[in-house]
């Protein structure tokens, strides 16, 4: 599954999207993530509005997600330390964006 948001509501950010991915826990692994990244891609090409892509991607442990973006054109921006709170952690957000 996939989708894309705008990354922020205000009007200045109007051509930036966030978007996530998530495969089944049992089908992780075999390469559907890095297929479903690239045809969303492909969309959002197709859509002139959507300029920047960024995934904020929660955990720097997360190496498939990490992964996924670098094979796919996506550059590391930076960290957002404890951004976010999860099974009782704090876990940092990590930003990948690629410029479409
Ligand atoms: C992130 C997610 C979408 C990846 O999907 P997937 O189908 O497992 O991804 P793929 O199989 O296409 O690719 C995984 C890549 O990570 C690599 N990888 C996986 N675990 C790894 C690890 N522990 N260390 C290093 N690399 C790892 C694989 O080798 C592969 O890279 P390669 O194709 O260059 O060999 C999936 O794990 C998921 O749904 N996670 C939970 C939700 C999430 O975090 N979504 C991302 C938010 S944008």
Known sequence: MAFVNKFREKSGYRFSYEHSIYVDPDY????YGNKILKELIKICKKIT???NLIAVIGGKNNFASIKIHKNNGFQYIGTIKKAGFKNNKWVDSIYMQKRL
């Open 28 to 31: 992780i692994n075999n390469g």
């Open 49 to 51: 509005k959507i300029k």
